[in-house]
């Protein structure tokens, strides 16, 4: 419950607020106590969309209540335009960097900034125009296909909501069922598969066309074909943008530009998957582990569309 209740806080962030006003997501919002919604600063600046870099600087942050701190004194800079690889082991701190680049926590010491802009000087809302984010399980409403993805953007038109499927695609499975963009989605996306699901919350995020892509674990839910299938898609979404893909599952980042591998709350070592292995450190360790280790499982995803 408590993992579930986080993601709808973290989905929360992204929604329009006329749509929190539903009464699904009013239910929704009954459960969530945090995290608490962080208010502009006082002559707070638009974003422009990024063009050079996110940045860390000498940041520390840990949970209320923590005994350590999850980010040690981490300086990390993420160039623009680049896709990048968050990986590491499980609670080394990949989401909890994603989380602060969206601003849902804040540093206790240092700063995280865009093109040298402290994202706290900027408006929350031209932070979230500009960034979007896919997490490992989406919020899917009991609403229609096309008003699952609308919530993305604000007034997409349908024409901006048939692109978004294109790209994500899911477009030609959505054009498949009887109702189409109308067809209604079940309470909890159930009529959907797995990777359905994750297509579905993309077409939600790539809406808005998002200068930075954010992906926690996005796919690391899913069977091997359909992760692979997907992570492919994501790859081509990430032309023309800065995609942030943090994982635990190393087999979804061999074709990133970069690979950050997180341990402690430090960025132990970075390179590209080639460089990695053969700097034989953590990452090559990590990577044998996996790829001696994987067992396959349940292929649940027929839609794998090539336009
Ligand atoms: P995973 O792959 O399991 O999600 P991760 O590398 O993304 O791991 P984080 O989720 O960033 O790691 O968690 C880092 C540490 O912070 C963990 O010890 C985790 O238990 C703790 N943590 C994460 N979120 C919270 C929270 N909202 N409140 C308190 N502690 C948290």
């Known amino acids: 419950f408590w993992e579930v209740s986080y993601n709808i806080a973290h989905l929360m962030q992204f929604i329009p607020v006329a749509i929190q006003a539903a009464a699904a997501v009013r239910h929704m919002e009954e459960m969530l106590d945090e995290p608490t919604?962080?208010?502009?600063?006082?002559?707070?600046a638009e974003l422009p969309r990024i063009t050079d870099n996110i940045a860390f600087e000498r940041v520390t942050f840990g949970y209320e209540g923590a005994e350590r701190p999850v980010l040690d004194n981490l300086s990390l800079r993420l160039q623009a335009g680049k896709t990048i690889a968050i990986v590491g082991p499980s609670g080394s701190g990949k989401s909890t960097l994603l989380n602060l680049i969206l601003r849902l926590y804040q540093p206790d010491e240092g700063r995280v900034t865009v093109d040298g802009v402290d994202v706290r000087k900027v408006t929350m809302d031209s932070l979230r125009q500009s960034m979007a984010v896919v997490f490992q399980d989406n919020m899917l409403f009991n609403m229609t296909i096309r008003e699952n993805i609308r919530l993305g953007k604000e007034g997409a038109t349908d024409a901006e909501v048939v692109a978004a499927a294109k790209k994500a695609e899911i477009h030609r499975y959505i054009m498949s069922l009887p109702d189409k963009y109308d067809t209604q989605v079940g309470e909890r996306g159930d009529t959907l598969s797995g990777g359905q699901r994750q297509r579905?919350?993309?077409?939600?995020?790539?809406?808005?066309d998002p200068a930075v892509l954010l992906l926690d674990e996005a796919t690391s839910a899913l069977d091997q074909t359909t992760e692979a299938a997907i992570n492919k898609t994501l790859l081509k979404l990430a032309r023309g943008r800065t995609m942030i893909f943090s994982t635990h599952r190393l087999a979804s980042v061999v074709e990133m530009d970069e690979i950050i591998v997180i341990s402690n709350g430090q960025a132990i070592e970075r390179g590209s998957h080639k460089e990695l292995l053969a700097k034989d450190g953590v990452y090559r360790k990590l990577w044998d582990d996996q790829t001696h280790g994987?067992?396959?499982?349940?292929?649940?995803?027929?839609?794998?569309?090539?336009?």
């Open 37 to 44: 919604p962080i208010a502009d600063r006082p002559g707070a």
């Open 200 to 208: 579905l919350a993309i077409a939600r995020a790539i809406v808005r």
């Open 294 to 307: 994987r067992h396959g499982s349940r292929n649940d995803d027929d839609d794998d569309e090539e336009d």
